[in-house]
């Protein structure tokens, strides 16, 4: 049974910055694809950064790029999210996931998540 527990949410006021974090065990971390995907209130889950297993190559979401960096330490089975110049509108709950191979689906339960909230 994979685990993953993210942290690092928290508010912060428009301009400013958070590093989350998503701690896994259960899995061997270090052979998958790991992605951020985050829910605002009343809108669908979606997709915020993808890193590769060996962390040498990266995709983000449009909204989010050039202000949001996602990295791993896969000796620690960590993958973090460095939120710079944040937006009210990147307030919501902050989740990870393992990714598929192939097309990159979500492999795993999802977690509790971690809030961020951006006040304007």
């Known amino acids: 049974q994979v685990q993953l527990v993210e942290s690092g949410g928290g508010l912060v006021q428009a301009g400013g910055s958070l590093r989350l974090s998503c701690a896994a065990s259960?899995?061997?971390?270090?052979?998958?694809?790991m992605g951020w995907f985050r829910q605002a209130p009343g809108k669908e889950r979606e997709f915020v950064a993808r890193?590769?297993?060996?962390?040498?190559?990266?995709y983000y979401a449009d909204s989010v790029k050039g202000r949001f960096t996602i990295s791993r330490d896969n000796a620690k089975n960590t993958v973090y999210l460095q939120m710079n110049s944040l937006k009210p509108e990147d307030t919501a709950v902050y989740y990870c996931?393992?990714?598929?191979?192939?097309?990159?689906?979500?492999?795993?339960?999802w977690g509790q998540g971690t809030q961020v909230t951006v006040s304007s």
């Open positions: 996931n393992s990714l598929r191979p192939i097309d990159y689906a979500t492999l795993d339960s």
């Open positions: 259960g899995r061997t971390f270090s052979l998958y694809a």
């Open positions: 890193i590769s297993w060996s962390g040498h190559s990266t």
